[in-house]
């Protein structure tokens, strides 16, 4: 397999396949759709007694762009696609916010990403965990009178998932501790859904300032 990874059609075909995505506003991690692209290669292979070389010329790039779509839409018990989908940010606008603004929202990120995480949501637990790391790197970089740049797309897309997540906990009952006994934990779990509503209205404010 590693050999096939190495060979100019496999090359071409996760790109094609990457640019596929595009075009359905979707950016998928090149890892994930290399990974997509030797299974299905392999499957192939398989199935019509070829070397891999050779089967990755029957495999199209939108056949490997659709199994990762469907993949991250999957509803499986409440839990997304594992693959590393994410929105195509159209807006590249920075804007410069406040320091304590966006320390909160990595206390947003990795509240959401917690409920996700217990809860199975291996999409929205990346998803959140990216979000936070990408808060947090701005936050290092340098900063000027209390404010750190930070890209208006990721202010978009943390505030659309915590608001998410927050859905599942009111609709679909999901907990910090989803162990089924009567402890005390849904009062929680209602107070922390109050916690990412502010915070995703806070992320979706800060979106209006001026760009930088």
């Known amino acids: ?120 949501d291996g999409a929205a637990t990346a998803h959140l965990l990216d979000l936070a790391t990408e808060i947090g790197a701005a936050l290092v970089k340098r900063y000027a009178h209390g404010a750190a740049e930070i890209p208006v797309g990721v202010l978009d897309e943390l505030a659309g998932v915590v608001d998410a997540v927050a859905d599942r906990v009111d609709s679909d009952g999901w907990s910090i501790c989803p162990c089924g006994e009567d402890h005390g934990q849904a009062e929680v779990d209602v107070g922390i859904v109050r916690v990412m509503r502010y915070h995703a209205a806070l992320a979706r404010g800060l979106r209006e300032q001026p760009a930088g």
Request: glycine share 6%.
């Open 1 to 120: 397999m590693a050999k096939l990874m190495d060979t100019v059609p496999f090359k071409t075909l996760v790109t094609q396949a990457g640019a596929v995505l595009l075009t359905h506003g979707k950016e998928v991690a090149p890892t994930a759709v290399r990974g997509v692209a030797a299974h299905l290669v392999e499957g192939v292979a398989r199935r019509v007694n070829m070397d891999e070389e050779e089967a990755v010329h029957l495999v199209t790039p939108e056949a490997v762009a659709e199994i990762i779509m469907r993949a991250a839409t999957d509803d499986d018990q409440g839990a997304a696609g594992p693959h590393a989908v994410r929105p195509v940010r159209v807006d590249d606008r920075v804007i410069a916010a406040p320091v304590e603004s966006l320390g909160h929202l990595v206390t947003a990120a990795a509240q959401a990403g917690k409920y996700a995480c217990v809860n199975n």
